[in-house]
């Protein structure tokens, strides 16, 4: 797997690069300091799978540089790695193609799970920066234990969170994809949220990782 990791902070970079091996350890990052090294390094490397794009970056900025990518590499994935985290710059950046918005002010889990989520084809979207979605966030289950997931369900949860699509859950668990649909509707309602997306951040907003929902609840 091949990620291009555009941002002009050299420790920026640095950081994303130790924490993308966690994707997959046969990772590869790629480097850009400014817009126009970021367009020659993706003509150079058309087997990149991924572009993390930072709006600030130098040249014509990180906007103009999305339009461009989605016009040259129109089947390659962008999403916009930012600390500029307001609403109208998340609508615009996903209304320009963007496949995901992740602010930088979010933990490693997050982001891993919503960088899996685009890999799988998905979009991540911040839901705690959408109108409307926080207060579906907030009115959710304030601890892990309140959720009431069967195992079954805890599994799936713990896939969907890996960023893998239904098909692959049923692969993985020997499901029908029926079955899975199910598991996936009855996760969300626990979850008081719509999408998958929201249920990401959800569950680690309440501290469940792949490996916690794996494991019993502790009791209280």
Known sequence: MIILVADDHPLIREAMRHLLVELSPDTTVLEAGDCENTRQLAAAHPDIDLVLLDLRLPGPGGLATLDALRVEHPSLPVVIVSAVEDTATVRNVLAHGAMGFIPKSSSNDVMLSAL?????????????????????????????????????????????????????????????????????????????????????????????????LLSPFPKI
């Open 116 to 212: 899996r989520l685009v890999l799988n084809g998905g979009r991540y979207l911040p839901a705690d920066l959408l109108s409307g979605e926080e207060a579906n966030l907030r009115s959710g289950p304030a601890t892990a234990e309140e959720l009431n997931l069967t195992d079954r369900q805890r599994e799936v949860l713990a896939l969907m969170i890996q960023g893998k699509s239904n098909k692959i859950i049923c692969h993985e668990l020997g499901l029908a994809e029926a079955t899975v649909k199910i598991h996936v509707t009855a996760i969300l309602r626990s979850l008081r949220v719509t999408s998958r997306a929201q249920a990401i951040v959800a569950a680690n907003q309440l501290g469940l990782s792949s490996d916690a």
